[in-house]
């Protein structure tokens, strides 16, 4: 079982920056593909962004895309999204994900363990 933790969200204004860090621990960080959530009041979890065990993949949400990068460091076991240019529709609970399998995904049934998230809050 990996346990994540996820940092560094925080109130923001428009067009300004944050770095998102998940701190996994447990079993072997680096056997998982892991991935960024979030959730917004009233509405469903949505994918975010995603990247493969081996770092070479990544996915990104049409919305974020370009704005947002995700990276992973398996030296210290953790995996950060960057977000820049940050909007007002941004503003939700971020939560990182570990997935059972290598290779990144969309998909919320491929993630078996999730973080309790971080709020990001972007001012308009």
């Known amino acids: 079982q990996v346990q994540l933790v996820e940092s560094g969200g925080g109130l923001v204004q428009a067009g300004g920056s944050l770095r998102l860090s998940c701190a996994a621990s447990g079993r072997t960080f680096s056997s998982n593909a892991m991935g960024w959530f979030r959730q917004a009041p009233g509405k469903e979890r949505e994918f975010v962004a995603a990247i493969s065990r081996s770092g070479r993949g990544t996915y990104y949400a049409v919305s974020v895309k370009g704005r947002f990068s995700i990276s992973g460091d398996n030296a210290k076991n953790t995996v950060y999204l960057q977000m820049n240019m940050l909007k007002p529709e941004d503003t939700a609970v971020y939560s990182c994900?570990?997935?059972?399998?290598?290779?990144?995904?969309?998909?919320?049934?491929?993630?078996?363990?999730w973080g309790q998230g971080t709020q990001v809050t972007v001012a308009s």
């Open positions: 994900a570990a997935s059972e399998n290598p290779y990144a995904s969309r998909s919320k049934k491929e993630y078996t363990c």
